[in-house]
T-cell receptor, first 110, second 114 residues
Framework: RKEVEQDPGPFNVPEGATVAFNCTYS??????FFWYRQDCRKEPKLLMS???SGNEDGRFTAQLNRASQYISLLIRDSKLSDSATYLC???????????FGKGTRLSVIA | DAGVIQSPRHEVTEMGQEVTLRCKPI?????LFWYRQTMMRGLELLIY????????DSGMPEDRFSAKMPNASFSTLKIQPSEPRDSAVYFC????????????FGPGTRLLVL
């Protein structure tokens, strides 16, 4: 089983739609969780950290379910500029590096 | 404030040639990471350094790959000899105190081995 699994998509949604991505992780000792965004032919960049209580940043909401070992990202009122690949990222405790999922591709269509 | 700098941005070479990729991390960042990204395998960690010392190189595919960090502001990833299956985008990233901190990626080097 892969450490971090995501639906690769693509998710094709119209502008204004709400879209949700899920991600599952296999290591129950994982402590840190992130969503990164990667535009086409660009480098990954941090979108937001994911906290146990869930957190929101504008149109973006991230949630963590430790019992089920999954993380979600909700995007409300999708914009064309949201089109990108969204990478789920997990790190176990201690000095262990981040583990990246393969990403979910989102295309927002006018 | 300069981000992570990588060079070259693009490299096309023939099978059997030596390839050297370069990275300058963000000043003050103690961790440096080398990744490879392909469509099939996604983003894979090859090796990472802490304070210029290699900590984990278990992701390095084979002996043809080597990485060095002679000082806090420079690292190289070398492939010798290169093979077509090495074609990928190679990213360098750096972060501050912990491996769990936010990583800042360079723009990547697109490598094509013919």
């Amino acid at each position: 089983r892969k450490e971090v699994e995501q639906d690769p998509g693509p998710f094709n949604v119209p502008e204004g739609a709400t879209v949700a991505f899920n991600c599952t992780y296999s290591n129950s000792a994982s402590q840190s969780f992130f969503w990164y965004r990667q535009d086409c032919r660009k480098e990954p960049k941090l979108l937001m950290s994911v906290y146990s209580s869930g957190n929101e940043d504008g149109r973006f909401t991230a949630q963590l379910n430790r019992a089920s070992q999954y993380i979600s990202l909700l995007i409300r009122d999708s914009k064309l500029s949201d089109s990108a690949t969204y990478l789920c990222v997990v790190s176990a405790s201690g000095n262990t590096p981040l583990v990246f999922g393969k990403g979910t591709r989102l295309s927002v269509i006018a | 404030d300069a981000g992570v700098i990588q060079s070259p941005r693009h490299e096309v070479t023939e099978m059997g040639q030596e390839v050297t990729l370069r990275c300058k991390p963000i000043s003050g960042h103690d961790y440096l990471f080398w990744y490879r990204q392909t469509m099939m395998r996604g983003l894979e960690l090859l090796i990472y350094f802490n304070n210029n010392v290699p900590i984990d190189d278990s992701g390095m595919p084979e002996d043809r790959f080597s990485a060095k960090m002679p000082n806090a502001s420079f690292s190289t990833l070398k492939i010798q000899p290169s093979e077509p299956r090495d074609s990928a985008v190679y990213f360098c990233a750096s972060s501050r105190d912990s491996t769990q901190e936010t990583q800042y990626f360079g723009p990547g080097t697109r490598l094509l081995v013919l």
